[in-house]
Structure formats: C-alpha cells, structure tokens
C-alpha cells in the first residue's frame, strides 16, 4: 500500500491537465522512516549510523491494476548504531532533501540493531494508483 505525496500530486494533476510540465527524475530514492511522512513528508528519516537513501529501480507499472512493483533488492545496514524500530519508507527524487513522490507503511515495523541488515527483496515494495 502506497499513498503519493502533496509534492507529486500538484506535479500530476498540472502536467496532464495541462497547466505545466515535468519530467521524470532521472534516479529515485528508497528512505526509511520511524514515523509516517504522511502527504507533506514531515515523518521521521532515519540519519546516522551509516543510513543512507538507496537508489531504487521499479517495474514497469502492471497494464491494468494501476501497481508498480521494485525491480532491485535494497539493503540498509546500520554500522555504529541501532537505526531503531522502522515502521514506513519513501520514495524521494534525490539522495538527500529533493521531494517526497510516495511513501507507504511496512507490513510489519523492523527494530534495526548495529550490524542488522534490513532488506527489501524485488516486487516487495508496490506503489499503487487507483
């Protein structure tokens, strides 16, 4: 389950009612989050203890279902501290500030410990428009 950004939503509705145009990023960002960024991006990333955003590639989106799922496997480590208990990820067009596209919640929250690989495997992150 996905919801898309207040960022993203002006981007879509002005590009193809015609007000304006964009262009896709040329990389977008998989984020880790202890709180829900919500619509305005205000939740939680996690910093420090060698997090870094990740870059993530998608699928095509599904021809009828309105759903795109990852094509990459991501992995976070932390390294010299616990990363804490995550509980939602982003999608970001830029490997630091840039703007929230999408955000979503995890099936279930991960505590990440010093040394603890959190992965996301291929077809395990959906984002969805309907």
């Known amino acids: 389950m996905s ?4 960022y993203l939503e002006k981007r879509v509705l002005d590009h193809f009612l015609g007000t304006s145009s964009t262009s896709a990023p040329s990389n977008v ?13 205000s939740g939680t990333e996690l910093s420090g203890n ?6 993530i ?6 021809a009828t279902n309105g759903t795109a799922t990852n094509s990459s496997v991501e ?7 616990n ?9 970001w067009d830029a490997s630091s500030s840039g703007n929230m596209l999408y955000y979503g919640a995890l099936t279930a929250s991960k505590t990440i410990a ?10 395990s992150i959906t984002i969805t428009e309907a």
């Open 3 to 6: 919801a898309k950004s207040d």
């Open 29 to 41: 960002y998989l984020s880790l989050h202890t709180a829900n960024p919500t619509d305005d991006a």
């Open 50 to 55: 060698g997090y870094s955003r990740q870059v």
């Open 57 to 62: 590639t998608f699928n095509a989106a599904h």
């Open 75 to 81: 992995e976070f480590t932390a390294s010299g501290g």
């Open 83 to 91: 990363f804490g208990t995550v509980t939602h990820f982003g999608i």
């Open 114 to 123: 010093d040394g603890d690989t959190l992965r996301f495997a291929a077809d």
